[in-house]
């Protein structure tokens, strides 16, 4: 290859890996699933499968043994979301139920998509909405994939007993991992946007009234939790009406006062605590408001209650650019304390997110991972250390990608733009069976690219979006873009415009 072709490559690879593109295209690569040669479990129209490899050694890993499925949550859960969004889990985002309260809670959880997400997951199907905990299971990230949560829920008939609630995203930090669509700090301070509260209100908790009894497990998450009224008076109907269910609350640490510790008294509460650094700096330039003190002193008293009570206690660190390197003594730290780690991966913004980064950064780290040793001993050491495990199998996924992508780059260095979009247009077209999208919604998608992509043909970064648009499987494209309004498509590009990353 001529050494000058080789730097375009290099300085085209660079572009990529600083550039956020539109949020469509970064939140949606994500969903890139790369199948294995393997044999594939197969229903109609060719759904997204795991190998059966896959499953097998996925399987090994699992604690519960009395599970019958590849994910329970469509026979034991349901989840609520921001506008009243009835779904089956916080990762599945796309197959909706309907929409509180024009939709019942008892209509959700026993309406046709519910039903096709189960005859699914029996064929071990992932097509309706499960890319998310696909990627993991891809990714071997087994003891973090989502749907081992529920793994010790089963079935109750004719109600869930299990609920997640995420109803409003009121914050009052401004996490540099985050956005405005879990942040109302972040909301209000970016786009002067009030916080996502509604609709829920009195009817909606009096309507939880027949379920709660069935219930064995919630979690409340936000925003933040605490600081969310409506939440209050769905503790207070849990423990009078269910004082044995247990009530997870994914905490960011901040509020602590004593309505708190009279409530956690009174019901089953346990407790998830998100932190990402133990040194003060680092975790307050990540955890932007919070205070690093503040929350150590809460953090201890949440220890001590949850031991004290034989309850569950567990942080959830975001594993980003700001923190990797720090993960081995944050491990050793809390192994000390006893204490079950969940990492969570962070695909956005792209100066956080590691996936997605450089080939140099996940080697880098790679390198770094692999000399270290833990000795565990205690039954949560072994299960922060299957973490860390997974920590590494996931760089190492994200790295071989990344030499992927140098590959693909060649491929698309010298084509003319005009050509580069005929092949995105024909990509997105393009469905997993085969088949074409009809021809009103390829109107539809026609429109939006001319009125808002292709008007930055002669900007900086827009051959980059385009190559990053054909790695994206296609039917993830065109629905995000159809679910994608051209007013939101040209604000994320003045985004980029005004930061530079297109000129």
Request: net charge positive; proline share 4%; glycine share 4%.
């Amino acid at each position: 290859m001529p050494k000058s072709h080789k730097n375009s490559i290099l300085k085209l690879r660079r572009t990529i890996n600083r550039t956020p593109g539109l949020s469509f295209i970064t939140n949606t690569y994500r969903n890139l699933i790369k199948i294995r040669s393997y044999k594939v479990y197969t229903a109609p129209r060719k759904p997204v499968s795991l190998s059966k490899k896959t499953i097998h050694d996925y399987n090994k890993t699992r604690t519960a043994h009395n599970y019958k499925y590849l994910c329970h949550a469509p026979f034991t859960n349901l989840y609520f979301s921001y506008g009243g969004k009835i779904g089956v889990c916080c990762y599945n985002r796309d197959n909706i139920f309907g929409n509180w309260p024009s939709t019942r809670i008892s209509d959700a959880w026993n309406s046709e998509q519910m039903k096709d997400l189960r005859n699914k997951m029996q064929k071990c199907d992932l097509s309706a909405g499960c890319y998310c905990c696909q990627v993991q299971w891809e990714e071997k990230a087994y003891t973090t994939v989502l749907a081992r949560n529920y793994d010790y829920f089963q079935p109750a008939g004719d109600y869930p007993v299990s609920m997640e609630f995420e109803l409003s995203n009121r914050c009052n930090l401004e996490c540099i991992m985050c956005s405005e669509e879990n942040s109302s700090k972040i909301a209000k301070n970016k786009l002067g946007q009030e916080e996502k509260i509604l609709p829920y209100n009195d009817e909606f908790v009096e309507e939880l009234r027949e379920f709660i009894p069935h219930l064995k497990s919630t979690k409340f998450m936000g925003g933040e939790p605490f600081l969310i009224p409506v939440y209050y008076k769905i503790w207070d109907l849990i423990i009078e009406l269910n004082p044995a269910c247990e009530i997870v609350v994914q905490t960011n640490g901040t509020i602590l006062n004593d309505k708190i510790k009279d409530l956690l008294e009174k019901g089953n509460f346990s407790i998830s605590v998100s932190i990402d650094s133990i040194k003060k700096e680092t975790y307050e330039q990540i955890r932007k408001g919070a205070k690093f003190e503040e929350v150590m002193n809460n953090l201890n008293y949440f220890i001590d209650f949850c031991q004290q009570k034989n309850r569950f206690i567990g942080i959830a660190c975001c594993f980003i650019q700001q923190n990797w390197n720090e993960i081995p003594d944050f491990i050793n730290h809390f192994n000390k304390l006893q204490i079950p780690l969940t990492f969570n991966r962070v695909w956005s913004p792209p100066n956080c997110s590691i996936w997605e980064s450089s080939y140099e950064i996940t080697s880098k780290i790679l390198d770094y991972y692999k000399t270290i040793k833990f000795n565990p001993k205690t039954q949560i050491e072994h299960r922060n250390t299957e973490a860390f495990k997974d920590l590494i199998n996931l760089v190492e996924s994200w790295n071989e990608h990344e030499k992927l992508k140098l590959k693909e780059l060649n491929k698309f260095t010298d084509i003319p733009i005009d050509e580069l979009e005929k092949k995105v247009q024909n990509h997105i077209f393009l469905l997993a069976s085969g088949d074409k999208l009809d021809i009103e919604k390829q109107k539809i998608i026609q429109t939006k690219l001319e009125n808002t992509i292709y008007t930055f043909r002669d900007n900086k970064g827009y051959r980059e979006l385009l190559i990053k648009a054909m790695n994206i499987p296609a039917e993830i494209l065109h629905t995000q873009i159809l679910n994608s309004t051209e007013e939101k498509l040209m604000e994320q590009l003045r985004e980029l415009k005004q930061s530079g990353e297109i000129e």
